[in-house]
């Protein structure tokens, strides 16, 4: 599966940005796909998933801002991302597991990653 994210950008706090993670290798998307962000000098760590039952699961830090979903038809991930706090500043990389449930929202299982797409936010 190949993974390629867009819509990243500035933006200052309190606004919001939409990225998107555009999946192909398959007619429709059959994986647990994950959104991950790395700020410089700092681990890399979870952002939001969601199975192919829609079940999604979210980093208390960004819950109740951010909304992650899927259109089948479009082959896209997406992250909503709402209220944007400088500290969401970050690279942000799609990433897929080759199974159809997620269970932990770690890297380490997950098996495919973009190349990631940088989001900015001022104060």
């Given amino acids: 599966v190949q993974l390629v994210e867009s819509g990243g950008g500035s933006v200052q706090a309190g606004g919001s940005l939409?990225?998107?993670?555009?999946?192909?290798g398959y007619t429709r998307i059959r994986n647990c796909?994950?959104?991950?962000?790395?700020?410089?000098?700092?681990?890399?760590?979870?952002?939001?998933?969601?199975s192919t039952t829609a079940s999604t699961y979210?980093?208390?830090?960004?819950?109740?801002r951010f909304t992650i979903s899927q259109d089948n038809a479009k082959n896209t991930v997406y992250l909503q991302m709402n209220n944007l706090k400088p500290?969401?500043?970050?690279?942000?990389?799609?990433?897929?597991?080759?199974?159809?449930?997620?269970?932990?929202l770690a890297g380490s299982v997950y098996n495919d990653w973009g190349q990631g797409t940088q989001v900015t936010v001022s104060s």
């Fill in 18 to 24: 939409r990225i998107f993670c555009a999946v192909s």
């Fill in 33 to 50: 796909m994950g959104w991950f962000r790395q700020a410089p000098g700092k681990e890399r760590e979870g952002v939001a998933q969601i």
């Fill in 58 to 64: 979210y980093a208390d830090s960004v819950k109740g």
């Fill in 87 to 104: 500290e969401d500043t970050a690279m942000y990389y799609c990433a897929a597991r080759r199974s159809l449930y997620c269970t932990v």
